[in-house]
């Protein structure tokens, strides 16, 4: 089991920055991938941003590139999630994963759930 707890949420007004983290419980193994997903109010959950912990390559959705950044450290299990440039559309639960693989986008793939943080992003 891998328990993972984000934090770094917030309200930021649109063009604002804010640093979203995740932490692991234990090290994940070197296969793994770590991956944030969002959740906007009547939407589906959909897929952010995702790091392969091995090598570090990154995989992003549209909206996400160019704004965002995901980064990992090493040495505290950790995942961030780097947003600039905010928008009122990003408003929603952002969550983190992680499962076995290389940079997954699809919910199923990811074995570990974080509770979520709430971004809010003001116009």
């Known amino acids: 089991q891998v328990g993972l707890v984000e934090s770094g949420g917030g309200l930021v007004q649109a063009g604002g920055s804010l640093r979203l983290s995740c932490a692991a419980s234990?090290?994940?193994?070197?296969?793994?991938?770590m991956g944030w997903f969002r959740q906007a109010p009547g939407k589906e959950r959909e897929f952010v941003a995702a790091?392969?912990?091995?090598?570090?390559?990154?995989s992003y959705a549209d909206s996400a590139k160019g704004r965002f950044t995901i980064s990992r450290y090493n040495a505290k299990n950790t995942v961030y999630l780097q947003m600039n440039s905010l928008e009122p559309e990003d408003t929603a639960v952002y969550y983190c994963a992680a499962g076995p693989g290389v940079l997954m986008r699809m919910q199923y793939q990811y074995a570990y759930w974080g509770q979520g943080t709430q971004v809010t992003v003001s116009s």
């Open positions: 790091i392969w912990w091995t090598a570090g390559s990154t």
């Open positions: 234990r090290r994940t193994g070197s296969s793994y991938t």
